[in-house]
């Protein structure tokens, strides 16, 4: 039985919606969606949890960059190293985070590398 990709966002919706709280509204649900669909980003769907990552081609380096992520934190923990390991098929050679600061603490291995600040441009 295949499952379809609409049937899947649509019961993992709430993580990813969960997570976009965090995004600084660069994004909605449907955009992300888009993104996936046309094979820009990935989505993993879980039973109580989801994620989406993004391949990002550097000018010297390729990184998997887990982008979007709710549910279940153990679940979320435990699915890193599968979809590490299906991104070196990609040949990467780094890993990188865009979340809150608790993934630091949640997830071993990983050092901050920058901090992203975000300001809203009044255009009156």
Same mark, same amino acid.
């Given at each position: ?17 969960? @997570? ?19 094979? /820009?980003?990935? =989505?993993?769907? =879980?039973? /109580?949890?989801? *994620? ?13 960059? =887990?982008?979007?992520?709710? &549910? ?5 923990? @435990? @699915?890193?190293?599968?979809? *590490?390991?299906?991104?070196? &098929? ?8 865009? &979340? ?25």
């Amino acid at each position: 039985m295949t499952i379809s990709l609409s049937a899947e966002w649509s019961r993992c919706s709430k993580y990813i919606e969960d @997570a976009l709280e965090y995004a600084a509204g660069s994004h909605e649900l449907d955009d992300v969606y888009a993104l996936v669909e046309n094979g /820009d980003a990935q =989505f993993w769907p =879980f039973a /109580d949890a989801a *994620i989406v990552t993004e391949i990002i081609r550097y000018p010297r380096k390729s990184a998997l960059r =887990f982008w979007l992520a709710g &549910g279940n934190l153990e679940t979320l923990v @435990a @699915a890193e190293p599968s979809i *590490i390991a299906w991104a070196k &098929g990609y040949n990467i050679q780094s890993v990188e985070i865009i &979340g809150r600061r608790g993934w630091h603490r949640a997830l071993n291995g990983y050092e901050p590398a920058s901090t992203i600040l975000t300001k809203e441009v009044d255009h009156e």
